[in-house]
């Protein structure tokens, strides 16, 4: 398909505030665990996420949603960090998501920096049979996982040096006085655009330039985020602030409608 074609048909929803895109997101999710409770979840991390699990974690037993059969895969994990580190991934995912549902610790995935973990991460997603739904964020300079500008479309799950960017704007994770990884274990591109669905969340007037060039920019390294353009199952929530430079502003909507 070409990128054209792809970004008619990519569907951007639009919020005035970043809890109604969260509270899409979250029902997207919970959809898709309702119509397939054994579905496999591809997970992101992140400020933006935050509302999203929150939801998720309220409907497990005030909407009876059930994680027992559900797998995940998470997009990335910093590398060096101890088991059980509280700056790293796996504990923002206990944190804010599984810690509070009924999911199954032996179907939760995330990947490891060692030398063999790259490819144990590609052969336990391909094991799973793929991911059905991936969720995303987009980092400030159009990253998503870890991929960082200059990533290549063909790119698998791999260990990554993080952009100076990246490291001031996660800065904020590690305690002060604690020096941050400046490596990342991350799927690569051509692994998050196997997913059979994408669902990018965007929130935040930080986001806007990068979510501009992912949708409506080229495709290319320059803007990791682009290569969603060549996938054809990509929905886009985003709030007001975050398109703010979108040129084809779509219409704004009411969660509660
Ligand atoms: C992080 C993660 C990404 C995330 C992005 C945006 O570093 N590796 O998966 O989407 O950067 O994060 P935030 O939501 O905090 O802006």
């Known amino acids: 398909m070409s990128a054209l074609r792809a970004q008619v048909e990519q569907p951007v929803r639009l919020f005035a505030t970043s809890r109604e895109?969260?509270?899409?997101?979250?029902?997207?999710?919970?959809?898709?665990?309702?119509?397939?409770?054994?579905?496999?979840?591809?997970?992101?991390?992140?400020?933006?996420?935050?509302?999203?699990?929150?939801?998720?974690?309220?409907?497990?037993?005030?909407?009876?949603?059930?994680?027992?059969?559900?797998?995940?895969?998470?997009?990335?994990?910093?590398?060096?960090?101890?088991?059980?580190?509280?700056?790293?991934?796996?504990?923002?995912?206990?944190?804010?998501?599984?810690?509070?549902?009924?999911?199954?610790?032996?179907?939760?995935?995330?990947?490891?920096g060692d030398d063999a973990g790259p490819a144990r991460y590609e052969a336990a997603i391909a094991a799973a049979d793929g991911i059905d739904l991936q969720l995303l964020g987009i980092g400030r300079n159009g990253h998503i996982g870890f991929n960082e500008p200059g990533s290549q479309g063909t790119s698998r799950t791999r260990v990554v040096e993080l952009a100076p960017p990246t490291l001031a704007a996660n800065a904020n994770d590690f305690p002060t006085g604690v020096a941050m990884p400046r490596k990342a274990i991350t799927m690569g591109i051509e692994t998050i655009l196997s997913a059979r669905r994408i669902v990018l969340l965007a929130t935040g007037a930080a986001k806007a330039k990068a979510l501009a060039g992912a949708l409506e920019g080229e495709v290319g390294p320059h803007n990791p985020a682009s290569f969603l353009q060549q996938h054809p199952d990509v929905t886009v929530v985003c709030d007001l602030a975050a398109a703010a430079e979108l040129r084809n502003i779509p219409k704004i909507e009411n969660s509660h409608a």
Do not use: K
Not at 73 to 78: A, G, K, M, Q, V
């Open 21 to 112: 895109a969260e509270q899409l997101v979250a029902g997207i999710l919970a959809a898709r665990i309702r119509s397939n409770p054994a579905s496999v979840l591809g997970l992101a991390t992140g400020a933006s996420m935050i509302g999203v699990y929150r939801e998720l974690a309220r409907m497990h037993p005030a909407g009876g949603l059930s994680f027992a059969r559900v797998t995940t895969f998470n997009l990335d994990e910093y590398c060096g960090l101890a088991a059980g580190d509280p700056s790293g991934f796996a504990a923002y995912m206990d944190r804010n998501l599984f810690d509070h549902v009924d999911a199954d610790r032996r179907r939760l995935h995330l990947p490891e």
